[in-house]
């Protein structure tokens, strides 16, 4: 699609705030009008349509996707929405371990261990931690109560875990970034452990390097997305 516009505007809305261009506010695909929870969220998303070129691209949009996406996908059955983030408790990527080398194991326990106890003392669960890919089943307490912590959250929040629980593969993770338990930075060195580390074993992979910094990308853009809602 074709820039349309000349001017961006951002205007208050009932305690939100919209997204005008030349005027005229801007709607979802569902067709609802953007309306944005914060002012530093509703700058943000102003500033990707001001910065857009000739040509819009979504991928160079990633705050309004995501809003979009809390609007319509999450805000019309953020139950549902919730649960899809939840499952993600009986299977975190924190509680499957390398069988080797050694120097891996000790790499995955010193970033994986400590967002583990930070959880069991959050949330007061406990996890059964495995070595290989086999399944292994956590306790319905525990799913339970990750899931009763995931779905309190309101949708631009649930909006924003979306990438960093589906990409890292950790509901743990996610959870902690909402909490400010972990910094992003921390976050993401510890979901892409196994990634990096596979690229570190075999060598440079352009198409590898290129998906993760992809997956990275979208990663922080959720994590941006929680900070600009304060």
């Excluded at 005229?24 to 001001?50: I, K, Y």
């Excluded at 899809?84 to 069988?99: F, H, I, P, V």
């Excluded at 290989?132 to 525990?142: I, M, R």
Aim: hydrophobic share 45%; charged share 25%; with cysteine.
């Amino acid at each position: 699609m074709k820039r349309f516009w000349k001017e961006v505007a951002l205007e208050p809305e009932d305690g939100s705030w919209r997204v005008a261009l030349d005027g005229r506010p801007v709607r979802t695909p569902a067709r609802a009008l953007l309306t944005l929870p914060t002012r530093d969220l509703g700058e943000a998303v102003a500033a990707e349509w001001r910065e857009t070129g000739e040509t819009i691209d979504p991928r160079a949009m990633p705050l309004t996707g995501l809003s979009n996406a809390a609007i319509d996908r999450v805000a019309t059955a953020p139950d549902a929405f919730a649960e899809g983030l939840a499952r993600y408790a009986a299977s975190d990527l924190l509680c499957y371990r390398a069988e080797g080398p050694a120097k891996l194991v000790a790499l995955q326990s010193e970033q994986w261990d400590p967002l583990l106890q930070w959880a069991r003392r959050r949330y007061d669960v406990d996890f059964v931690v495995t070595q290989g890919v086999l399944p292994v089943d956590q306790s319905v307490e525990t799913i339970a109560k990750l899931g009763q912590a995931t779905a309190v959250l309101d949708p631009f929040t649930l909006a924003a875990m979306s990438p960093l629980v589906t990409i890292g593969g950790s509901l743990v993770a996610g959870l902690a970034l909402v909490e400010q338990a972990i910094t992003v930075d921390a976050a993401w060195e510890a979901v892409s452990l196994d990634d990096r580390w596979q690229l570190e074993q075999w060598g440079s992979d352009a198409e590898a390097e290129k998906a993760l910094a992809a997956r990275e990308a979208d990663f922080r853009s959720g994590h941006r997305l929680l900070t600009l809602l304060g």
